[in-house]
């Protein structure tokens, strides 16, 4: 925060007038799932532009269409899933449990785990599911810390 004030001394107020729950995904109380971006509105603008010259009821079944194309598309895909996960958070697990492999890990408690890592050491809690890197707690998945602790 101190850069940022160094910088422009407004911005570094507003932000921490805001809250920082509201802009640092360690202190929002909500679970992302690993999610940046929630624009649904950005993403429903794009795809409705093509008809924002029609009248009311022409946007509205557009906006219908749209919905609908995207709830099946969604609702196929899910379909073909092997897994409760989506494809792009069992890539980003897979890719972890990789890394994990070569973490150490040293028991505290039956549950309760240190893991030994180079760049950021973690304490795990499989029963709260909570790590010191605080990404578990975040994302809702499992960090490398977690991944490791689960493989003992």
């Known amino acids: 925060m101190e850069q940022l004030a160094n910088i422009n001394s407004q911005v570094a107020m507003y932000i921490t007038n805001v809250g920082f729950e509201r802009w640092a995904r360690a202190y929002s109380p909500g679970k992302r799932y690993n999610l940046t971006s929630s624009n649904i509105a950005e993403a429903m603008n794009n795809a409705i532009k093509v008809c924002m010259e ?31 996960l989506t494809t792009k958070a069992d890539v980003n697990i897979g890719v972890k449990d990789e890394k994990a ?22 304490t795990i809690d499989l029963t709260s599911k909570t790590c010191t890197c605080r990404e578990f707690d975040m994302d809702g998945l499992p960090c490398e810390h977690a991944l490791a602790c689960i493989r003992v």
């Open 101 to 122: 492999r070569y973490l150490m890990v040293y028991p505290i408690t039956y549950y309760s785990f240190l893991v030994k890592d180079e760049d950021l050491d973690g």
């Open 54 to 84: 029609l009248p009311i009821t022409g946007v509205i079944d557009c906006i219908r269409g749209v919905l609908q194309r995207w709830f099946y598309d969604r609702r196929t895909s899910a379909g073909k899933l092997k897994s409760t």
